[in-house]
């Protein structure tokens, strides 16, 4: 899939051994596609600015790194928006698997500086947790864009944070250790476009490292993979000794069971999907409830107290009143 991609900005070395991929996750219209398309160098995937989106389903592209690294890269729709429903979510992240089946090696969580952060968004990286682990947070990558907004304002990726990022965002930095990068997806200075990349596989460098040199993947992976490599198999050694039509029956046999597999993979993603989401939405009920009841009661307490001063007001009025009304006393009343 995809082609290769030489960025004349770095002088091109010796390979390192294997191939490396990182996935694009993020709410649609914080610029996954425009950040993948800065990493691979090119126009790899269609970017516009829309609030719908444009990616519609997973893509892989292929690229070459300055110092010859093969990475991988794929977009994926708004796969936590849930706009779709469960099923095209639970179809689309069995195929982020399938292309990822040699595992990844980081997950690049897209946020942009312009966006308002929201609930869903947390809720997104808790729908990851419950799908693939916890372990899946030591390979996650924050990518901020909208660099150039940043730039034109004169602050940087640190004012941005201590001063404009969410609670719940900044709990997301922690989780990842602070593994963060600023993307200007729309500079036409080679050199910081450049320089931005190599700054964040500077931070997969560290993922992996921190990660015994393993990318991540789990049974998903290890079934989708299995299930794909003994159709393969079992197709290689069907020619011997097996007529045309033999080899036909066999070969839509394999396809059915391995399609049957991702079905099974697909129906239990969607399940996990569902349950996580309700819980969360649940979660979210709560906290509305608990926030509402504690504003209610803040009114009543507030309200209790403005009677209470105005009791008092009354009560001191009054008593001057009366003071006044004895005549060897004279007064004002306030």
């Known amino acids: 899939m995809g082609g290769s991609s030489v960025d004349d900005g770095w002088e091109l070395t010796s390979p390192s051994n294997g191939v490396r991929t990182v996935v694009l996750v993020g709410r649609t219209g914080n610029g996954k596609s425009a950040t993948g398309n800065s990493i691979t160098g090119r126009k790899s995937f269609i970017s516009k600015a829309s609030s719908n989106g444009v990616t519609s389903t997973c893509e892989l592209q292929t690229t070459i790194l300055g110092d010859g690294q093969i990475v991988n890269v794929i977009d994926t729709p708004g796969l936590f928006d849930f706009s779709e429903g469960y099923e095209f979510s639970g179809k689309e992240i069995v195929k982020c698997i399938h292309l990822a089946k040699d595992g990844i090696h980081a997950v690049l969580l897209v946020f942009s500086v312009r966006a308002r952060f929201t609930h869903e968004e947390a809720a997104a990286i808790r729908s990851l947790q419950t799908l693939f682990g916890s372990n899946i947070i030591k390979y996650m990558i924050v990518v901020f864009t909208g660099g150039d907004d940043l730039e034109d304002e004169d602050r940087t990726l640190e004012d941005y944070i201590s001063s404009n990022c969410p609670e719940p965002l900044k709990e997301i930095l922690a989780l990842c250790e602070n593994r963060c990068v600023l993307f200007d997806n729309k500079t036409k200075d080679k ?9 964040l596989f500077s931070l997969v460098d560290t993922v992996i490292a921190q990660n015994g040199g393993l990318p991540f993947s789990n049974e998903l992976f290890a079934d989708l993979k299995e299930g794909a490599v003994k159709l393969q198999q079992m197709e290689d050694g069907l020619s011997k000794g097996c007529s045309k039509k033999e080899i036909l029956d066999l070969k839509n046999d394999l396809q059915c069971s391995y399609d049957e597999q991702l079905k099974r993979i697909t129906e239990m993603i969607e399940m996990k999907l569902k349950e996580a989401i309700t819980r969360l ?10 926030r509402l009841q504690a504003e209610k009661e803040a009114a009543k307490a507030r309200e209790k107290s403005e009677d209470e001063i105005r009791q008092l007001k009354e009560h001191l009025t009054k008593a001057q009143e009366e003071l006044c009304k004895r005549p060897e006393n004279r007064c004002t009343i306030l």
């Open 281 to 290: 939405e649940q979660q979210l009920a709560d906290e509305q409830a608990a």
């Open 191 to 199: 050199s910081k476009r450049v320089e931005q990349v190599q700054q």
